[in-house]
């Protein structure tokens, strides 16, 4: 099993950053993909950006791309979601997820609110 503690979130002004840290225990070593989503009130829960476990090829959902970094420690076992320049419109939980390659099992975080007022 893999157990994934989120912490970070909080309230922003427009404009304004927050980093997002997701500390991985158990067993990672079947893990290939480290990745964020984010659900707001009344919408389906939206990929926002992920990196290999093993690697470093990062891919976001285009409403983010270039304000928004993952990134990861791998000797923590912790990877990150820098947000820049925040707008209203990331208001969202956010939550972070393990996909183990071959089993296709998902892990996730508890999610962690991030509000942003204009």
């Known amino acids: 099993q893999v157990q994934l503690v989120e912490s970070g979130g909080g309230s922003v002004r427009t404009g304004e950053s927050l980093t997002l840290s997701c500390g991985a225990s158990?067993?990672?070593?079947?893990?290939?993909?480290m990745r964020w989503f984010r659900q707001s009130p009344g919408r389906e829960r939206e990929f926002v950006a992920q990196i290999p476990y093993r690697g470093s090829e990062t891919r976001y959902v285009d409403s983010v791309k270039g304000r928004f970094t993952i990134y990861k420690d791998s000797a923590k076992k912790t990877f990150y979601l820098q947000m820049n320049n925040l707008q209203p419109e990331d208001t969202a939980i956010y939550y972070c997820?393990?996909?183990?390659?071959?089993?296709?099992?998902?892990?996730w975080g508890q999610g962690t609110q991030v509000n942003v007022s204009a």
């Open positions: 997820n393990m996909l183990e390659r071959q089993t296709t099992i998902e892990w």
């Open positions: 158990g067993q990672t070593w079947n893990v290939m993909l």
